[in-house]
């Protein structure tokens, strides 16, 4: 059983008071103090250490001065902490602005060049900024961070200590005070891509990565801190719009964020062509254990787009998935690229895509995870630096220097076998791409070398980029990228058939939305079926027999509210178009409803003030799955929030949508939601 409600709550009448910022340093110890209206946050635990030729070395305070400048938010004044050991030498400097009390940056500059390789890419060389996980109200604020690929884990808890953080994929951390709701983020400014976060010994950290082998004289890399009223979502929005001015975002325009599109992605119906054989002689382009299609690609492709649109849902784009280049299979279903020509196989492009393009008449999502190694011996590649991947054994990347030559070619190449159709490109596991991107971490610049070339590359040629399987970190990369517009925020669509319980497409999206809306990306919930069940087709996890999604109508509504593209992937036919054209703005097309911003998880759920009183027990996400975000005690309902613009340009109302499913809520507690404004009370 089901049941949905969308509630909308009014707007507060009277706005929070904005609490300010402050840092101070102690002029015996050099600790520095984090503090929020004058009461202290966060403090650090004493002096710092610096890896030096692959040892840690403690720094000695020498002293603090005042500083005063002008930046991007306007002038600043701050104090400035300095220590050294030696040639060692470090300066932190904590800035103010009076225009914006609720926003400080911190900088730590490094005056003469350090030698500091001294471990992997996911250890740290340098800390800061550096809290006691025990000192002021660390142990008591409630805290959230982002980590995993495709962000797939909101990790929330009570006390900086217990949220945990190691490694590279960890994103900004938020907490918020329980008493007031005033709720404090930080996050990188700079560099975001090479400083991981470490939780050790009674301290958080965020740092160098070890892995780089020097820190040059002069680099400067800077924190941001932002605190405002309101609870976590506002805290983080209030942060995104901060992090937003001043690193000047934009995001391009895409027909795959305002409109429907056709996916073939895992879960979709279309799914990977089989028939290839599990013996000689056979078509390696083809799955081995999926069975034959009744067409190859270019003509069943063809028919579910001439269906669609006589069905009254003229999809606007298409989604090309792991199987339609050419390369052999890497594991499952996914091939890496030996040539991104698309297959001649009689299963897929016998005729090309140039010709299917041109019959299809529509823009085009395509994609790539990986390249063979035998990919760059090509003539067309031959060129290009690179080195092995050490997560994707047998492939290879293009080194930073390059990414950008490479990638204005490999684009080149993809409009010219679309007839100019390539519309966006999807990178696949870019988390573990870049964990496995050695050259990324040669020196400081290197890593966002290599995404700069990606994405301008793409935005020179009019192609957006959706990022796939990605971490907090690229999010916070991709602000000073506009041609990067999306992200997956979700599992697979794909499940094993049969199974009914929370998976990961649905599940992690509220949380991941949060960090993506913020930003100003699109979340993907990936494909989704309109209708269930369908003929047997196969999916990666269901080789044959995958004939059900549990949920059609909650994906649909999921999918419209992210913000992020509605990729419908039904067999040919089979699409529900009563369901789906809901959707719509009109009739007459496929433009999309949307809100001004994108699903996410209420603020309930992470703090566990609304839903405590309510339901038995802790249901806040402190004592929740990991895999999963759904509690243990299977007593908590699963609740989203959305926000969408009043007509007429009136303020902005909270939209929630309730679900409710009975396997995951205990009879006695009916799924209720109080609103953030306690303007409204329902129940589903």
Known sequence: MLALVLLAAAPATAAAAAPALSAAVDKSSGV????????????????????????????????????????????????????????????????SYASAPGTMIGTASFPKTIPSACGPNSALSTHFPEFSTTAAMAADLHTLSWRGGVIATTAAAKGLGNLGASGLDCGPVVSTDPATGDTLVVSTLTHHKIFPQKTSNGTWSMGLAAAIPSIPAGFNHSVLF????????????????????????????????SDIGYYTDDGAYYYVWGGGGKYPPHDPELSPWIPKRPWPAEVG????????????????????????????????????????????????????????????????????????????????????????STQFHGTKLVVPEDSYKFFSQFFDLGKKMTNGRFNTYEIDFLDANFAGCADCFLDVNAADLWYYGMAKAAEERNVTIQYCLPSATDMLESLSLPSVIQARASGDYARPEGNTQPWANVVTLGGASLLMGATKMAPSKDTLWTASPQPDT?????????????????????????????????????????????????????????????????????????????????????SCDAEFGSCAAKTAPDIRSTHAALPGGGPNSHYVLCVCTLNLIAPAHPCTHRSQAGASVAAC
Not at 33 to 46: E, L, Q, R
Not at 236 to 255: C, F, H, K
């Open 32 to 95: 520095y103090t984090i503090s929020v209206d004058g009461k202290a946050w966060y403090s650090s635990p004493g002096a710092p250490s610096v890896c030096v030729s692959g040892k840690p070395t403690e720094l000695a305070f020498t002293g603090t001065k005042a500083s005063s400048g002008t930046d991007k938010l306007g002038a600043w004044t701050g104090v400035t902490a300095s220590y050294s050991t030696g040639d060692t030498a470090v300066d932190y400097t904590f800035q």
């Open 226 to 257: 932002t605190v405002a009223p309101g609870g976590a979502t506002a805290g983080v929005y209030a942060w995104g719009e901060v992090i937003q001015n001043y690193l000047d975002t934009t995001r391009m325009p895409s027909v795959t964020l």
């Open 301 to 388: 492709l063809i028919k579910v787009k001439e269906a669609l649109y006589e069905m009254g849902v003229p999809v606007a784009y298409m989604q090309l998935d792991d199987w339609w280049y050419q390369g052999e299979f890497f594991f499952g279903n996914v091939k890496a690229v030996s040539d991104w020509h698309a297959s001649n196989s009689s299963g897929l492009f016998p005729n090309g895509l140039p010709a299917f393009s041109d019959k299809l008449d529509l823009p085009l999502q395509l994609y790539t995870p990986f390249w063979w190694a035998d990919f760059w011996d090509l003539p067309a590649w031959s060129s290009y630096g690179t080195f092995n």
């Open 538 to 622: 196969s999916s990666d996890r269901t080789h044959s027999g995958y004939h059900t999604q549990p949920h059609v109508d909650l994906d649909s509504i999921l999918a419209t509210l992210s913000l992020g593209p509605v990729g419908i992937s039904d067999g040919l036919g089979l699409t529900d178009a009563k369901l789906i054209s809901q959707a719509f703005m009109s009739k007459t097309d496929s433009t999309l409803l949307r809100p001004s911003r994108p699903l996410s998880t209420v603020d309930a759920v992470f703090t566990n003030k609304s839903l405590s009183a309510s339901l038995d027990g802790d249901v806040s996400l402190y």
